[in-house]
């Protein structure tokens, strides 16, 4: 993982706050197998789900930094985060690098498309609006040069 990952807020999370939800690597890991949308991943039923508790307490993490790879991957490209991951379950081991976050703006390849931003708005704000409401914005956002200003915008998305 990146370097911050090996302070305190990562290795030592135990879940005792909701805050501690969002740094804690096991249930964000267990959130990830499980398929569970990154939006819904602190839902006080996803923190609950027993499930999940019983997953994150199967789980055997360790975190170890490579900062010398990292800060060598950063040298030759300054956009890159220099990740590395090996997995061993079920008798198996995988293991995977990645130089680049999905949705960065560069490489350009890994940038978001219209698409995949639209969905992810979507899927965001529906906990709060509904997915009619969600598309109309959609729609507004990608003619904005069309509105008379932002109150018609948000107007969709406060009612």
């Given at each position: 993982?990146?370097?911050?990952?090996?302070?305190?807020?990562?290795?030592?999370?135990?879940?005792?706050?909701?805050?501690?939800?969002?740094?804690?690597?096991?249930?964000?890991?267990?959130?990830?197998?499980?398929?569970i949308?990154?939006?819904?991943?602190?839902?006080?039923?996803?923190?609950?789900?027993?499930?999940?508790?019983?997953?994150?307490?199967?789980?055997?993490?360790?975190?170890?930094?490579?900062?010398?790879?990292?800060?060598?991957?950063?040298?030759v490209?300054?956009?890159?985060?220099?990740?590395?991951?090996?997995?061993?379950?079920?008798?198996?081991?995988?293991?995977?690098?990645?130089?680049?976050?999905?949705?960065?703006?560069?490489?350009?390849?890994?940038?978001?498309?219209?698409?995949?931003?639209?969905?992810?708005?979507?899927?965001?704000?529906?906990?709060?609006?509904s997915?009619?409401?969600?598309?109309?914005?959609?729609?507004?956002?990608?003619?904005?040069?069309?509105?008379?200003?932002?109150?018609?915008?948000?107007?969709v998305?406060?009612?």
């Amino acid at each position: 993982p990146h370097p911050m990952a090996q302070f305190d807020y990562a290795r030592r999370n135990v879940l005792t706050t909701e805050a501690d939800y969002c740094f804690n690597l096991r249930h964000l890991l267990a959130c990830a197998v499980f398929r569970i949308k990154p939006s819904f991943w602190h839902n006080p039923e996803v923190k609950r789900n027993p499930d999940i508790q019983s997953f994150i307490k199967t789980l055997n993490l360790e975190i170890n930094i490579d900062e010398k790879d990292f800060a060598q991957a950063k040298r030759v490209d300054s956009n890159t985060y220099q990740m590395r991951i090996e997995v061993r379950a079920k008798g198996e081991t995988y293991k995977a690098v990645g130089s680049y976050l999905k949705g960065s703006w560069t490489p350009e390849e890994l940038r978001n498309t219209d698409e995949e931003l639209a969905e992810k708005f979507i899927h965001n704000v529906s906990k709060r609006v509904s997915e009619e409401k969600a598309l109309k914005a959609v729609e507004m956002v990608f003619a904005l040069e069309k509105l008379e200003g932002m109150a018609p915008l948000l107007a969709v998305l406060a009612q």
